[in-house]
Every structure is written in structure tokens, then in C-alpha cells.
């Protein structure tokens, strides 16, 4: 069973984060979109309370309060939104913004189901997508993949799109049926759901329940990316730099990262960062490169926030700060960046933008090493050589560096 | 020692800085141990990891530069006598900020090995500099420039690009590579992880080849990966909360 609550404690982990640089964090101020949203959700709209809750949760847009989150999803919830009862539930159970309490989360996933049910048997099909994302993904309840898909079909039989792309992924996911699976994803596709298209090349650039096809499949993405879909803009553009089912053309490779950036899409704007950076695709532009990173890290792209680190811990194209670079290098060490794990570490080790504290830097090192990390390898084995940090030792010295050279991505200290 | 190194170190503390062009006035570097390893290489469009080795990493003055295919790398599909795997891709020395040498190519066109029965490999002259990456492993190999010898298609009625030598085969086209830019190259460490080699390609020794049937299982489970990931963000919204 899984719970979707972890971003709040992101968020959480984020803003304690930023008292270490002792750098004012400012109150958020409600902006006009959010006025309309306390407006509807005073005048009794449940799916506003809803959204509301959402962002006091969260702290978007308004100062964190889960208290206050709580009592907008109850209001809600009675109001007989599902969406609300399965978030009011969720509260109970895990004790956020009020005592926890397993017999109501129980009783409000109950209601929310049954409610679910019932719009389902009217034809709802957002209700049925819901009732099998709630089994998929064992959302207050146990997961069962064959439940969810029968709500999935019943979705799909009535003409919904998204269910049809669901099912088709969830068919992928159990490896049974390719050709079911990208007949699904097809009639999505023809249905016009971008989701689907960009499933459906995927599925003909694999082989997957048809024959490879990688004109085809560049093709789709053509298709969704002309329907404004980021997600399928940045593949394109990964397609022209690898030269997929196309002439390999690092201009245009550019040219449609940088189109996904615009258009929202976080790793895009790393990749379109990379390249800047770098100059390929481009003339180099580094302040530009930055600004991708920037906004890529705020996206919450782990690979965005370990470049940003880097441009700020060397200055390139940003102003260089070590605080601000060693705050970057952890939320992307969070998010498994082993390179940005033993970038921290060498932090630690140099007191760069964090107190000097070898053990903590022996450590992150052996993180990122055991995670594959090269750069790691070659850190400690030098370490052990030296005697910084841990006790002269060359024996480990040597296996590290061996470890280093083979490039062992399993690597793990003995 | 640490706080003396501190103020180059981007990836590694106790590494000694990546060498400077000579343009800049920087000392040629002393010890090339950490160049040794595997490196990611974009080429030809494609993707691909090499081992690198240089003699005598820790004298100063020239050495000996090496870039090898990981075995079952280096694959040139087409050509009159391909497919063939190539097991060197450079070769060459290295000295004062720049590498020279030798360069194994693939061949691109198949209309061209159809016309001029070309061989699936050929070899080019290669130079090169290197500079301060900013991606983890120190340097990276660029200006790249190995197309010294290009040909066109003879136009017989302008006689626009005629070979300097006459064609053994065939006097309709000579040896062109439609798109293989020089442009298109670019060399650094290998970074497990955030480097993807193009498929087909190994990308480690403890990593041998997939077999075909586990390539399209494994593109397939990335095909779930990312669909997934959208189809929990797309249900988080109907639950009211934001995207992750």
C-alpha cells in the first residue's frame, strides 16, 4: 500500500533545509488565483475546499497548516466529495492534522468507494478511472490489480480515453498481452489522448505487441507534441540527438527541449540545460544553462537540482554560493543523485557551504559509491591512501580503486 | 592538504585540477591517473562507452592516448564486409592541451556501399582539445576535427567535386557521409547512471550485452516507469493535489 503524501514531507524537509543558509524565507501571500479558490471554497464548493485543503497541506501558495488542511477536507468529504474522502481518510491514518484514528480512515475510504461505485454504475467514467487507479496504486485499500483493471475495461468498453491509455499501461506493466495492450493504447491514441500517443511510440519503438517501427513511432510523437504535450516534445528532442527514426540532428534536438521547457516538462529543461552548457545544439550560453537547471530544480527534477548545484558551486552562469550549492547537492542526494551525494560529500570534506566534517563525507562517499558512483570509488580510495577522514588503510585503498576502474556500479565496501 | 585543494575541486577533493588549455596559461597537467577509465563518447550520432588508457599518466611531457570498445561495443552495421566490431576508436598522443591521432569510423550510407563496395570501418585523421567540464569526471574532449578528406557526389555536367583520384568502381559517387558532422562529437568520463549509451551498446564489463528478447523486456519496463509515474500524477490530480 502506498500513500501520496510523501511531498508534503518533501516540502517539509525542503524549508528546514533553507534555515541552514539563515537566508529570510518569506511568508507566501495568497495570490489572485487562490483568492477565487478561498472564495468558491467559503461560498461551500466541495471541490474547492478540496484543492484548498491541497495547498494549505502542501504550503502553496499559502503558510503550511495542516490543522486548517484537515478541517477543509472534512468540510468537503461531508459534503460528499470522493476525492476529499479518500484525502480526509489518508489524515486519519497517518495522524496529519489530527489524532490518528484507522476505524474513520477506514469508514471514510468505505464512503469514498461506495460513492465511486455508485457514480460508476451512472456511467461515470472519471469514477471508474478513479475506482481503478484506487486498486492499481492500493490507496487505502489492498492493491488488487485484477479489480482495477476490471474498472479499467468498463472505462475503456465505455469510450474513455484515459482509461483505455491506463489499462494499455497496466496490460505493459503485466508483461500479458502486448498486442491487447497496444490495441488499447491505439484506440487512445486515434481517440486523440496525448498520453496515448506517446504510449503508443513507445510501444512501436520497443516492438512491444507490434512490429518495430520507429518512423511510426516518431510519427506519434509528432502527433502529441503538436497537441502541446512537453512530455512528447522532449522525446522528439531525444530522438533527433540520438538520431531515432531520424536524421540525428543536435539543432533541432535543441530546439525541442527547449519547446518542452517552455511548455513545463522538468527534465527537459535539464537536457536543454546539458546542452547549453555544454554548447552542443547551440552556441553555449551558461547563464541560459543555469536558468534551465533553475527551473528544472524547482520542478523538482533531481538531475535539474544537482546541475544547478554545480553551476552555483563553480559559478557558471550563476553567482557562485556554496550554501546555496551544498542545499541543491542534498535535495538531489534525497532524490538518489549519487553524483551529487559525493559532490556533498566533498563539501563536507572542505567545509565548502557546510561546517568541515570528514566522517560525514566518508560517509556520503561510501553512499554514493555503493550506489555506482566512479568518482566516489576513486574519493575513498584515495582517502584510505592518505588518511582522511578514516585510518590510513591500503589494502581498502586499493579495492576501491580497483572498483573504481572496473567502474562496478554494485560496488559496496567491505 | 584538503584546504589547499579546496579551491579546485568540483568532483573530487583529493584529484589534482583538470588541465588548461594552453591559451589560458595553465601548467600542462602532471598526472593524467585520473584519465584512465571509461569514458562516454557521442559519435556518429551514436552513443557509447570506451575505455581509455594513457601510458605513463604521472610523467609529465606526451602519451600515448587509447580509446577501446568495451567488448560487444563498437558494432558498423553496414559496409561491404560488415558488419564489423571495431575494438579501437582513437589512438593516438596526447601533449600540451591537445590529442592527435587516428580515428575509426563507421560507415553511414548504404547508397554509398552500394555504389562504392566501401568497407563497414574507415579511419580518419583526429584532432582535438580538451577543456574543465562541468559534469562530474574532469575533462571532456571537444573541437573535435576529423573530417579532413570530404567528398561530394560528381555532377557530370558541372564536374563540380570530381575525386582527385579516379574512383576504382564507380564514377557516379564518391565517399560521403551524410550526415556525420564533426560537430556531433563530444568525449567525457563516464557517469553510471546519467550517461545512456545507444542500444545495442555496452555500457559496462560487469554489464554484458542483453539478449534481445531481455532488451525489449527491459524497454518495456521503462515504458511502465514513466507511463506510471504519469497515471499516479494524473489520478493526484483528480485527488486535488499537485503533480510529483
Same mark, same amino acid.
Given at each position: ?97 489530527v ?11 468505505? !464512503? ?6 455508485a457514480? =460508476? ?8 478511472? =478513479? @475506482?481503478? *487507479? ?7 485499500? +489492498?492493491?488488487?490489480?485484477?479489480? *482495477? ?6 472505462? *475503456?468498453? =465505455? ?8 489499462l ?8 500479458k ?16 489522448e ?19 517501427d ?25 530522438r ?7 536524421? =540525428? ?15 513545463g ?10 546542452? @547549453? ?11 541560459e544553462?543555469?536558468?534551465y ?7 523538482g527534477? +533531481? ?27 542534498q535535495?538531489a542526494?534525497?532524490?538518489?543523485e549519487?553524483? +551529487? ?16 566534517n ?8 561510501? !553512499? ?12 575513498? *580510495? ?15 585503498a586499493?579495492?576501491?580503486e ?13 | ?8 575541486? $568540483?568532483?573530487s ?12 596559461? &595553465?601548467?600542462?597537467?602532471?598526472? %593524467? ?8 563518447? $557521442? ?17 609529465s611531457?606526451?602519451?600515448?592516448? #587509447? ?11 553496414i559496409?561491404?564486409?560488415?558488419p ?6 582513437? $589512438? ?11 580515428i %575509426? ?31 562530474? &569526471? ?7 576535427? %576529423?573530417?579532413?578528406?570530404? %567528398? ?47 542500444? #545495442? ?20 519496463? #521503462?515504458?511502465?516507469?514513466? &507511463? ?17
Amino acid at each position: 500500500m502506498i500513500w501520496f503524501w510523501r511531498t508534503s514531507v518533501i516540502v517539509a524537509s525542503v524549508a528546514a533545509l533553507a534555515f541552514v543558509t539563515a537566508k529570510p524565507v518569506p511568508t507566501p501571500k495568497p495570490v489572485p488565483a487562490l483568492q477565487k479558490l478561498q472564495k468558491a471554497a467559503q461560498a461551500g464548493d466541495a471541490t474547492a475546499m478540496n484543492q484548498l485543503a491541497w495547498r494549505y497541506s502542501s504550503g502553496a501558495g499559502f503558510p503550511e497548516d495542516s490543522r486548517k488542511a484537515f478541517e477543509l477536507f472534512r468540510k468537503a468529504a461531508e459534503a460528499g466529495n470522493p476525492p476529499a474522502m479518500l484525502n480526509l481518510a489518508m489524515r486519519y491514518r497517518t495522524g496529519d492534522g489530527v489524532p490518528k484514528n484507522e476505524e474513520r480512515a477506514n469508514e471514510w475510504v468505505q !464512503k469514498a468507494v461506495t460513492s465511486l461505485e455508485a457514480s =460508476a454504475g451512472h456511467g461515470d467514467t472519471t469514477a471508474m478511472f =478513479a @475506482l481503478g *487507479s484506487i486498486y492499481q496504486f492500493g490507496v487505502g485499500v +489492498a492493491i488488487d490489480q485484477m479489480r *482495477s483493471r476490471q474498472w479499467l475495461e468498463k472505462g *475503456s468498453n =465505455a469510450g474513455d480515453a484515459r482509461a483505455m491509455t491506463v489499462l494499455a499501461l497496466s496490460l505493459v506493466q503485466s508483461d500479458k498481452d502486448p498486442q491487447q495492450s497496444f490495441g488499447w493504447a491505439s484506440r487512445a491514441a486515434n481517440a486523440g489522448e496525448p498520453g496515448a500517443m506517446r504510449l503508443v511510440a513507445e510501444l512501436l519503438a520497443a516492438g512491444h505487441g507490434v512490429v518495430r517501427d520507429q518512423k511510426q513511432a516518431l510519427a506519434w510523437l509528432q502527433k502529441a507534441a503538436d497537441k502541446g504535450d512537453a512530455a512528447a516534445m522532449r522525446l522528439l528532442g531525444e530522438r533527433y540527438d540520438r538520431g531515432e527514426g531520424v536524421a =540525428a540532428n543536435k539543432a533541432e534536438a535543441l530546439k525541442w527541449l527547449q519547446k518542452s521547457a517552455a511548455a513545463g516538462d522538468a527534465a527537459a529543461m535539464t537536457e536543454a540545460g546539458m546542452q @547549453l552548457a555544454i554548447g552542443i545544439g547551440g552556441a553555449k550560453d551558461e547563464p541560459e544553462a543555469a536558468r534551465y537547471f533553475l527551473g528544472a530544480a524547482y520542478e523538482g527534477d +533531481a538531475r535539474g537540482m544537482f546541475h544547478l548545484a554545480v553551476a552555483l558551486a563553480n559559478g557558471r552562469g550563476i553567482a557562485k554560493d556554496d550554501e546555496l550549492a551544498a542545499i541543491w547537492y542534498q535535495r538531489a542526494s534525497d532524490r538518489g543523485e549519487a553524483a +551529487a551525494t559525493n559532490n556533498l560529500a566533498l563539501l563536507y570534506m572542505n567545509g565548502r557551504g557546510v561546517e568541515r566534517n570528514a566522517a560525514e563525507g566518508i560517509a556520503r562517499f561510501q !553512499k554514493a559509491a555503493a550506489l555506482g558512483n566512479v568518482e566516489a570509488m576513486h574519493n575513498l *580510495s584515495q582517502a584510505y591512501q592518505k588518511g582522511i577522514g578514516v585510518a590510513v588503510d591500503l589494502r581498502k585503498a586499493d579495492e576501491w580503486e580497483q572498483r573504481a576502474r572496473a567502474g562496478t556500479e554494485t560496488a559496496r565496501p567491505h | 592538504m584538503i584546504a589547499v585543494l579546496a579551491a579546485t575541486a $568540483t568532483t573530487s577533493v583529493f584529484a589534482p585540477p583538470p588541465p588548461k588549455k594552453p591559451s589560458q596559461g &595553465g601548467k600542462p597537467k602532471a598526472d %593524467y591517473s585520473d584519465w584512465n577509465g571509461k569514458w562516454f563518447v $557521442t559519435c556518429q550520432a551514436e552513443n557509447f562507452v570506451v575505455e581509455v588508457k594513457v601510458s605513463n599518466p604521472k610523467t609529465s611531457g606526451g602519451h600515448t592516448f #587509447d580509446a577501446l570498445f568495451l567488448p560487444g561495443g563498437g558494432k558498423c552495421e553496414i559496409g561491404a564486409d560488415g558488419p564489423q566490431f571495431r575494438t579501437t576508436f582513437l $589512438t593516438g598522443v596526447m601533449s600540451n592541451g591537445s590529442v592527435s591521432g587516428t580515428i %575509426y569510423l563507421c560507415t553511414k550510407s548504404q547508397e554509398l556501399v552500394d555504389k562504392n563496395q566501401l568497407g563497414a570501418i574507415f579511419t580518419r585523421h583526429f584532432d582535438a582539445s580538451y577543456e574543465e567540464g562541468w559534469v562530474p &569526471g574532469g575533462g571532456s574532449i571537444v573541437n573535435a576535427a %576529423y573530417k579532413n578528406e570530404h %567528398y561530394k557526389r560528381y555532377d557530370a555536367d558541372t564536374q563540380d567535386s570530381a575525386p582527385k583520384e579516379p574512383s576504382p568502381t564507380s564514377d557516379a559517387y564518391d565517399r560521403d557521409e551524410p550526415g556525420d558532422e564533426d560537430s556531433g562529437f563530444e568525449m567525457h568520463r563516464f557517469q553510471p547512471g546519467v550517461d545512456k549509451v545507444t542500444p #545495442d551498446e555496452p555500457d559496462s564489463q560487469t554489464n554484458p550485452p542483453q539478449s534481445g528478447a531481455s532488451k525489449i523486456k527491459q524497454k518495456a519496463e #521503462d515504458i511502465t516507469h514513466d &507511463g506510471v509515474h504519469e497515471w499516479m500524477n494524473s489520478f493526484r490530480e483528480w485527488l486535488g493535489g499537485p503533480r510529483i
